[in-house]
């Protein structure tokens, strides 16, 4: 036996690395009577830092708290010492996000064992007054097809006090609940929808809410954009109700239990307690996106958290074909199949996304009654929203192709303005009138061509976090609303005066 697999760690053997996160590096350990253990380690750097000492502390008063065969229960910590760790039990196996990686998304049956194994897992551990905070695929193990839950490393207990600064969040973007990101009020129910889409993940093989840069993802995660239709029609109806946008909307995890005992995929659709989609929860094509999703490949998962024992040969390394966007599923006149979309316009009323456009009226209107100062202040609106995407955008670029485009865009919104001009002058309208109609012109190419792709993701990134709520954006459709229409009418009657 080699030197390393003689280290000791208090009354523990080492034996070898299986896993490493963030946080620290997970061994494989022999305890005094040569049983298999998980041992979890801070990495130096971070046993040093007060407030990572503090999580550790944090994960493993939250896991002595839950009780359920479906939770991963902690057998030992030492939190004091020069080398803070946490012994939990040995789980052989592969984590769920690399068995759907590996052999495709579950059956049927498969995906109900696990919808309903992890809603155990949740009710055991909202019981304990625990928010977990972090579940998604990478944190579920199979077990004989049993799934189990782990890693509690960024949970936290119920009106304890948050580890992380205001204005930031910790976890995986596309499994996190809309409260996370917007830096709200977080409450068990953020559980509820990252189970939700845990079991999506699962019965497609797909993420929920797209693939893209950091920002889709978040915006729509927000906007309540999963991709719900691509799901197996008789779990659209579970998956809705746990993907809400609004945290009160979502059942309980006992009532999402209940549900998930209901679902047959020999039968109805949907589970019997399930309503029909919200239209808070949208699915991935109902209307037109101004983030156009971005094609990215999914670097090579974890090691295993767990492998195979000692004894056996290790598997071999799999690597995962790149995850790429998938194609826009065709547009259709429902949402999901059976269940019409309501006749009323009220989702798109109520949507940032209307409130840009009401916003994009009122600058050109305002633009055509000022032609020179608003003309201006429309550029250097766009301006700011294109240096802003580069500096804070993900897929940035060189600032050489950041600034080259900048300049065709305005030459383009430029050749469109001059374009208007020299028509409205030919039909004979008088030429100041002509110029201020132009300008207008000017200004809304600077938002709906093309070439403004940059600056449209900006704006409608910003507007989703500026107005993080469906009531947000109805107060801000109440007040824009008669503003635009005024404008609007101010504009017309100059411009055909």
Not at 88 to 116: D, H, N
Not at 418 to 437: K, T
Not at 475 to 481: H, P, T, Y
């Amino acid at each position: 036996m080699s030197a390393q697999t003689q280290e000791h760690l208090g009354p523990y053997r080492l034996v070898r690395k299986i896993g490493e996160g963030g946080m620290g590096v997970v061994h494989l350990g022999l305890d005094g009577a040569d049983r298999q253990v998980a041992v979890k380690v801070l990495h130096p750097h971070v046993a040093a830092d007060l407030k990572a000492r503090d999580r550790l502390v944090r994960e493993v008063e939250t896991m002595r708290r839950v009780r359920s065969p479906y939770v991963a229960e902690v057998i030992d910590a030492e939190l004091v010492g020069g080398r803070p760790y946490v012994v939990t039990r040995f789980v052989p196996g592969r984590t769920l996000e690399e068995t759907v990686l590996a052999s495709g998304a579950l059956e049927a049956r498969a995906v109900i064992k696990l919808a309903q194994g992890l809603c155990q897992a949740l009710v055991a551990i909202h019981a304990a007054g625990v928010i977990h905070r972090d579940l998604k695929p990478s944190n579920v193990m199979l077990v004989d097809g049993q799934p189990l839950v782990i890693d509690f490393g960024i949970a936290h207990l119920v009106n304890a006090t948050r580890l992380t600064q205001s204005g930031m969040f910790v976890g995986t973007p596309g499994y996190l609940a809309p409260e996370i990101i917007r830096a709200s009020q977080i409450t068990q129910a953020a559980d509820v929808h990252a189970l939700a889409s845990t079991v999506f993940f699962a019965a497609t093989g797909l993420p929920p809410f797209g693939t893209g840069t950091f920002e889709t993802v978040c915006f729509n995660i927000m906007e309540g954009r999963a991709r719900i239709d691509q799901a197996p029609a008789w779990l659209r109806g579970w998956l809705s109700r746990a993907l809400q946008v609004d945290p009160a909307a979502r059942p309980g995890a006992e009532e999402l239990l209940r549900m998930a005992r209901a679902l047959d995929p020999d039968g109805e659709p949907r589970p019997s307690g399930a309503k029909p989609l919200s239209d808070r929860t949208l699915t991935m094509d109902t209307f037109s996106d101004l983030l156009p999703p971005v094609a990215y490949s999914k670097a090579a998962p974890p090691p295993p958290y767990v492998p195979a024992p000692v004894t056996a040969a290790p598997p071999p390394p799999y690597v995962p074909a790149p995850v790429t966007a998938a194609p826009p599923a065709p547009r259709t006149d429902q949402r999901v199949a059976g269940h019409p979309p309501p006749a009323d316009p009220q989702p798109f009323l109520h949507s940032s996304r209307f409130v840009g456009m009401l916003l994009l009226v009122t600058l050109v209107a305002l633009t055509i009654v000022t032609p020179v100062v608003m003309g201006t202040m429309a550029a250097a609106l766009s301006l700011a929203l294109r240096v802003g995407a580069y500096h804070f955008g993900e897929n940035r670029g060189t600032l050489f192709r950041a600034a080259l485009l900048t300049v065709g865009h305005v030459l383009l919104t430029l050749a469109c303005g001059i374009l208007v001009s020299i028509l409205l002058n030919a039909a004979g309208m008088h030429a100041d009138h002509a110029a201020s109609l132009a300008a207008g012109a000017f200004t809304l190419g600077l938002f709906v061509l093309p070439s403004a792709g940059v600056a449209r993701e900006a704006a409608t990134r910003t507007l989703a976090r500026v107005l993080p709520g469906r009531s947000a954006a109805m107060v801000a459709f109440a007040v824009m609303g008669p503003i635009s229409v005024i404008s609007l009418i101010v504009a017309l009657g100059q411009g055909f005066q």
